[in-house]
T-cell receptor, first 115, second 112 residues
Framework: GAVVSQHPSRVICKSGTSVKIECRSL??????MFWYRQFPKQSLMLMAT?????????EQGVEKDKFLINHASLTLSTLTVTSAHPEDSSFYIC???????????FGSGTRLTVV | GDSVTQMEGPVTLSEEAFLTINCTYT??????LFWYVQYPGEGLQLLLK?????DKGSNKGFEATYRKETTSFHLEKGSVQVSDSAVYFC???????????FGKGTSLLVTP
């Protein structure tokens, strides 16, 4: 079945530094990738949608200069949290879609802690 | 716009009890409906889905039927196990290529 690999699973960084999270579709071509942030008490917030080769579409209230998304190939999307602050600490999850048969596959998530 | 409402948790059940997690939706057109499960510290896994009215999705003993007349997609399992303890998300896909629209999630704890 479709597999999405997300790395790293956990990262701790110092305030003011940048962190890159990778999301790879291992056995299918992901025409669209989605990035979510999960807050305590479970709710998932869609941050942005990215299509291969084009700029990401950010949801209202998400700072595009802070959360840089790149979808340079059909198998890789990256989320870079720039100048991270403690309030950016969260669980980030990517999802990839091949655009066929309503397939959405999720990565295993990245726990970001900014200290 | 499209939306999903699911019952708030946490839900606590004893092993072998019957489970129902309610999910209702609002959407234009004919959305596809999904249930995802999230185990602690992990991403989301697709549990089951239904793409049209009256379809029943099933997997690992869980079932949900797409009810257009009541705009519902309730998740059920006849006998839960401790290993079913997780957070369950109901989701809707109104337009292919767009992100899924999620409910807020329902935490399930099954005790021995």
């Amino acid at each position: 079945g479709a597999v999405v690999s997300q790395h790293p699973s956990r990262v701790i960084c110092k305030s003011g530094t940048s962190v890159k999270i990778e999301c790879r579709s291992l056995d299918f071509q992901a025409t669209t990738m989605f990035w979510y942030r999960q807050f305590p008490k479970q709710s998932l917030m869609l941050m942005a949608t990215s299509n291969e080769g084009s700029k990401a579409t950010y949801e209202q209230g998400v700072e595009k200069d802070k959360f840089l998304i790149n979808h340079a190939s059909l198998t890789l999307s990256t989320l870079t949290v720039t100048s991270a602050h403690p309030e950016d600490s969260s669980f980030y999850i990517c999802s990839a879609s091949s655009g066929t048969d309503y397939g959405y596959t999720f990565g295993s998530g990245t726990r970001l802690t900014v200290v | 716009g499209d939306s999903v409402t699911q019952m708030e948790g946490p839900v606590t059940l004893s092993e072998e009890a019957f489970l129902t997690i309610n999910c209702t939706y609002t959407a234009t057109g004919y959305p596809s409906l999904f249930w995802y499960v999230q185990y602690p510290g992990e991403g989301l896994q697709l549990l089951l889905k239904a793409t049209k009215a009256d379809d029943k999705g099933s997997n690992k003993g869980f079932e949900a039927t797409y009810r257009k007349e009541t705009t519902s997609f309730h998740l059920e399992k006849g006998s839960v196990q401790v290993s079913d303890s997780a957070v369950y998300f109901c989701a809707l896909d109104g337009n292919s290529g767009y992100a899924l629209n999620f409910g807020k999630g329902t935490s399930l704890l099954v005790t021995p």
